[in-house]
């Protein structure tokens, strides 16, 4: 059970305008993409060879081939889907509060215009404009080779994109403030000691099965062997990002995934003040552990979480269940010792 203060019912109004600015930006730019992408299908699809190349080795040849029909659903359902995978999981988080809103949107932003940029030029140079040559001789009479601005342009928009989006959007709403912990008495002959978990939410649960599930779909669509590398990965990235198992002691603060890797340990004489902040996981870009400027933190859901000040400076947080006894109990060992 945590204890994840309920979310408010009502936004204030800084609140609405921030998460409509968000919400504007991202799902227009997406309505956009969709639209110029099916434009661009429809103008070449009777251009297009009967296979078209869909993968690229380092040397630039092509080496992975699609049937016309598969590729045009295959590189609309990629260059959007994974866009619109990326809003759900930050959405369920509430990304908009967080400081890094901004940047998180611009991602999106930027990895959907980057993406179909890069599909719909491909698409187009395979139906005869420059950027893929010998292709009109086939994959059976001859190489299809990929010149390198193919995908510079693309890389380029998509970062001009996120670029603009960042100098658009409004500043980010007003953090929250930690709250002290209240010390647990602890005498000298005492021993004690504090478990807990740090599970994610159902939607991120949910959202990386998705994102298992495309991956396996795109290896069946185009054959591309590596793909099962991908969907492996992910598969690892639930034991390993979703459930924390998390002691308190006399020894300081330890955690580890249920893979057991990645694993920590903040020792009892490094912790100088221990608090109870709320974390939405747009604060940190995301769920998962995060690493940013002055702070590490392991978000696997919204809600209240434990935050640990640490003599170096940096502060380390972590969305454990019942943060406030765990804070309670540290900060009672930290006052004894």
Same mark, same amino acid.
């Given at each position: 059970?945590?204890?994840?203060?309920?979310?408010?019912?009502?936004?204030?109004?800084?609140?609405?305008?921030?998460?409509?600015?968000?919400?504007?930006?991202?799902?227009?730019?997406?309505?956009?993409?969709?639209?110029?992408?099916?434009?661009?299908?429809?103008?070449?699809?009777?251009?297009?060879?009967?296979?078209?190349? *869909?993968?690229?080795?380092?040397?630039? $040849?092509?080496?992975?081939?699609?049937?016309?029909?598969?590729?045009?659903?295959?590189?609309?359902?990629?260059?959007?889907?994974?866009?619109?995978?990326?809003?759900?999981?930050?959405?369920?988080?509430?990304?908009?509060?967080?400081?890094?809103?901004?940047?998180? +949107?611009?991602?999106?932003?930027?990895?959907?215009?980057?993406?179909?940029?890069?599909?719909?030029? =491909?698409?187009?140079?395979?139906?005869?404009?420059?950027?893929?040559?010998?292709?009109?001789?086939?994959?059976?009479?001859?190489?299809?080779?990929?010149?390198?601005?193919?995908?510079? %342009?693309?890389?380029? *928009?998509?970062?001009? $994109?996120?670029?603009?989006?960042?100098?658009?959007?409004?500043?980010?709403?007003?953090?929250?403030?930690?709250?002290?912990?209240?010390?647990?008495?602890?005498?000298?002959?005492?021993?004690?000691?504090?478990?807990?978990?740090?599970?994610?939410?159902?939607? $991120?649960?949910?959202?990386?099965?998705?994102?298992?599930?495309?991956?396996? =779909?795109?290896?069946?669509?185009?054959?591309?062997?590596?793909?099962?590398?991908?969907?492996?990965?992910?598969?690892?990235?639930?034991?390993? +990002?979703?459930?924390?198992?998390?002691?308190?002691?006399?020894? %300081?603060?330890?955690?580890?995934?249920?893979?057991?890797?990645?694993?920590?340990?903040?020792?009892?004489?490094?912790?100088?003040?221990?608090? *109870?902040?709320?974390?939405?996981?747009?604060?940190?870009?995301?769920?998962?552990?995060?690493?940013?400027?002055?702070?590490?933190?392991?978000?696997?859901?919204?809600?209240?979480?434990?935050?640990?000040?640490?003599?170096? %400076?940096? +502060?380390?947080?972590?969305? *454990?269940?019942?943060?406030?006894?765990?804070?309670?109990? =540290?900060? %009672?060992?930290?006052?004894?010792?």
């Amino acid at each position: 059970m945590t204890d994840a203060q309920p979310r408010t019912p009502t936004l204030t109004r800084q609140e609405q305008r921030v998460r409509r600015a968000h919400l504007v930006a991202c799902c227009a730019l997406l309505a956009v993409l969709a639209v110029g992408y099916l434009a661009v299908a429809a103008l070449v699809a009777s251009d297009l060879p009967a296979q078209v190349p *869909v993968h690229f080795g380092v040397d630039g $040849v092509a080496d992975g081939w699609l049937d016309r029909g598969v590729a045009l659903v295959a590189f609309g359902l990629v260059g959007l889907g994974l866009p619109v995978l990326l809003l759900v999981i930050f959405a369920a988080g509430e990304w908009w509060r967080g400081s890094s809103a901004r940047f998180v +949107t611009a991602l999106v932003c930027g990895v959907a215009v980057g993406l179909v940029a890069m599909f719909a030029w =491909l698409l187009w140079s395979a139906a005869g404009g420059a950027g893929l040559d010998a292709l009109r001789s086939g994959p059976d009479a001859g190489e299809v080779r990929m010149s390198p601005w193919l995908l510079l %342009g693309p890389l380029a *928009v998509a970062v001009g $994109v996120g670029l603009v989006v960042v100098a658009l959007l409004p500043p980010p709403l007003p953090q929250p403030i930690p709250e002290r912990a209240e010390p647990l008495a602890i005498s000298p002959s005492d021993r004690v000691s504090w478990f807990g978990r740090a599970r994610s939410a159902q939607s $991120v649960l949910l959202a990386l099965l998705a994102a298992v599930v495309l991956v396996v =779909l795109a290896f069946l669509a185009t054959g591309v062997w590596w793909l099962w590398l991908v969907a492996v990965l992910l598969l690892l990235l639930f034991p390993a +990002t979703t459930v924390f198992t998390v002691t308190v002691d006399r020894g %300081g603060l330890t955690w580890r995934s249920a893979l057991g890797v990645p694993r920590g340990h903040v020792p009892l004489e490094d912790v100088t003040q221990v608090s *109870v902040v709320q974390v939405r996981p747009g604060d940190y870009g995301g769920y998962g552990v995060r690493s940013v400027p002055g702070a590490t933190a392991i978000v696997t859901r919204h809600g209240s979480a434990l935050q640990v000040e640490r003599e170096a %400076g940096r +502060t380390f947080i972590i969305t *454990v269940d019942d943060a406030t006894a765990a804070a309670s109990v =540290l900060e %009672g060992l930290r006052l004894r010792g």
